[in-house]
């Protein structure tokens, strides 16, 4: 384990501070790297990387993944990881923001992917939703977020990111991380999620997109039913909603809290059958 004196005198040696605004915290436990690149991890995968850090996790991918592409947003961490990393020859290393990446285009082949990320809770949300919808059939999806976001995407109901999740693959928290494993040191605690693509798909929308629009609407007003928050964000007849609903959920006024995601692909299938939202 690389201890503060250490990781501080690389930082030093380049000029760098950790960035508040890109949510940086440095993992500095070599043991906990192994620990997750391990998750998942066969030799003739290939795996996704976001935010290489200083390379403590992207090291550790190199030697377990056949292909290894680590996304950093921040160019400045350029030179330390080119230093730390100078041995990896079947890594890619591309600066830019994940938001932005073509995530297709990096694993175009017939290879399986996994992803392995360490995620700033900021932006936790979007990323997971970009990996989800981005059109890669990832093996495996394998995060470390604050214990909060963990909680939230291992729940089967209750939040959008937790169903469309449930959706896409069974997400199971794999273990904790105390904050004292990181530099600087966050003020929570973390958790490693696996998310592992269904075999079986655990919904049957006809419009996958059309299914991902029902769900934000229905978490986009809390304070609504979900007939209510339907027809107000689709433009959907509101009888016609309500209609939906109760056949779907047996109750009306039912919140979006309350359904799974095999709910809200039956309720997206009917309005699909509608023709006219």
């Known amino acids: 384990m690389l201890n503060f004196i250490q990781i501080k005198n690389i930082l030093e040696k380049y000029g760098?501070?950790?960035?508040?605004?890109?949510?940086?915290?440095?993992?500095?436990?070599?043991?906990?790297?192994?620990?997750?690149?391990?998750l998942g991890a066969f030799s003739d995968y290939g795996?996704?990387?976001?935010?290489?850090?200083?390379?403590i996790l992207t090291g550790e991918l190199c030697r377990v993944y056949?292909?290894?592409?680590?996304?950093?947003?921040?160019k400045s961490l350029e030179p330390i990881l080119k230093e730390n990393l100078d041995a990896c020859a079947n890594l890619r290393l591309i600066f830019g923001d994940i938001l932005d990446a073509d995530l297709p285009a990096l694993f175009s082949g017939p290879e399986k992917v996994n992803v392995c990320a360490n995620?700033?809770?900021?932006?936790?949300?979007?990323?997971?939703?970009?990996?989800?919808?981005?059109?890669?059939?990832?093996?495996?999806?394998?995060?470390?977020?604050?214990?909060?976001?963990?909680?939230?995407i291992c729940a089967k109901t209750g939040n959008a990111i937790s169903v469309?999740?449930?959706?896409?693959?069974?997400?199971?928290?794999?273990?904790?991380?105390?904050?004292?494993?990181?530099?600087?040191?966050?003020k929570v605690n973390s958790a490693v999620v696996k998310i592992t693509r269904h075999s079986i798909p655990a919904a049957a929308p006809r419009d996958e997109e059309l299914m991902y629009k029902v769900i934000?609407?229905?978490?986009?007003?809390?304070?609504?039913?979900?007939a209510n928050a339907l027809a107000s964000s689709l433009g959907v007849?509101?009888?016609?909603?309500?209609?939906?609903?109760?056949e779907t959920a047996?109750?009306?006024?039912?919140?979006?809290?309350?359904?799974?995601?095999?709910?809200?692909?039956?309720?997206?299938?009917?309005?699909?059958?509608?023709?006219?939202?």
């Open 16 to 38: 760098k501070t950790p960035k508040k605004s890109l949510g940086q915290n440095f993992l500095i436990d070599a043991g906990i790297s192994k620990k997750i690149a391990s």
């Open 47 to 55: 795996v996704l990387e976001i935010g290489a850090g200083l390379g």
């Open 66 to 74: 056949k292909n290894v592409a680590a996304v950093e947003i921040d």
């Open 119 to 152: 995620l700033p809770y900021y932006i936790t949300t979007p990323i997971m939703l970009k990996l989800l919808k981005c059109g890669v059939k990832f093996e495996n999806i394998i995060v470390m977020v604050q214990k909060e976001a963990a909680d939230k």
């Open 164 to 186: 469309i999740v449930s959706c896409y693959g069974e997400a199971k928290k794999m273990f904790s991380v105390p904050k004292s494993n990181f530099y600087p040191q966050p």
């Open 216 to 226: 934000d609407a229905a978490f986009g007003q809390r304070r609504k039913t979900l």
């Open 237 to 246: 007849d509101k009888g016609k909603i309500i209609e939906i609903v109760k």
């Open 250 to 277: 047996g109750n009306e006024n039912i919140r979006g809290e309350d359904l799974d995601v095999a709910a809200f692909a039956d309720i997206s299938n009917m309005i699909y059958d509608l023709h006219d939202f």
